[in-house]
């Protein structure tokens, strides 16, 4: 049985850009500086402007520029990694905003403690971004004025071997992006059986090997290194590419079901429609097909005020817009060239409509 409902189309993932290739041995991962994907898209998303004013050429994301939009109300940075983008869309808040930033992973965590021990507008949430109505009622915070996540991991998080998400560096079998609790995948791969597993290395990774690789590892003794499973996933493999490491889409999935990497997703998007003012801005930066097209699914269903033709539900045919001009970015041509990991980067953003959000109980 598959794990989702919708079966991956036959087109392949595009890369994660956060994943490692073949080519990586020269690194590309290790010459990556920053991750911010589609800065100054998603943070003029965010705030609802069609651009940034001009940066006076002042590197220093932390201090405030002179061309300040001085946009009061509050944010949310849903996955601040190093705190790029929360960095940028700082410096067009005003003195009075509030920017709540989120994050699963410690080390991504100290690091917006940091910036918040250093302005006052940031507040750091160590949670999965799917706890957002509760965390910001802790606050208490009940709408807030835009919502930006920039999706997946980061390369601080594959670049530490130790994090087990590379099949480049040895390190634990681990891939959770919060490390203080849940289990590891090697603890996953002791008990799980191997048709669960190939189901996962399908529905997560689209890997259409996924049962001969499934037997393949369930017969190793312990997983105690990343290496070793890649070396045994490659030796497994019938079909290698040019490029790409074979073990790519087997960790890709394996990482994605640890961290219910989907199902986050489905829940923030869904709280979106509560937690967003009328007029507030959603904006989420994806890297791959499974995730893009649960946002655009997400938004044609809320936009349109009908479903989409592929979801044959015994629903009624009409539902409440709350979400109005839903639009993709992608990423410039000198971005990719500057980076190639945002190549495989969307950017999709909508706008709160004033409809009053209903419980689906209710629509
Ligand atoms: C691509 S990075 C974000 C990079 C960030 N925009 C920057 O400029 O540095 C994604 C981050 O989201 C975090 N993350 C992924 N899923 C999450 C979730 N469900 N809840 C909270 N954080 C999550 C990861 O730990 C990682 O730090």
Redesign the pocket.
Known sequence: MSLLNNKPENKPLSNV??TETADDTHSDELSFV????L?PE?VAAVLGVKSLPKQTGNDDQNSVDQNSLNISGIYV???????????LLLSQLADDAQLIV????PT?ISVAQELASTDSRVKVVH?????LTDSLAAMGIVQVDGL??????????IDDGSRGFSFMRDGAVDMR??TSRGQSVAEWLMKVDDETLANVLYDFGEERHSRRIARAIKQMESYKSTLELAEVIKVAHPNWQRGKHPATQSFQAMRIFI???LG??DA?LEQSIPILKSGGQLAV?S?HSLEDRRIKQFLQRHSKGQYPEDEKLPMPPNRPRYFSKPKRVGPSKAETSQNPRSRSAWLRMATRTDIDYLPVSDQ
């Open positions: 850009n956060h920053h991750d911010a994907v800065l998603t940075d849903a996955t601040f990694g190093r705190g790029g983008h929360s960095r989120f994050d699963k992973d991504a949670d999965s971004f799917a706890t930006m996540a920039d999706l997946g991991i980061s390369s601080p998080q992006m919060d961290n219910n990497e986050d997703v923030f930066i890297f």
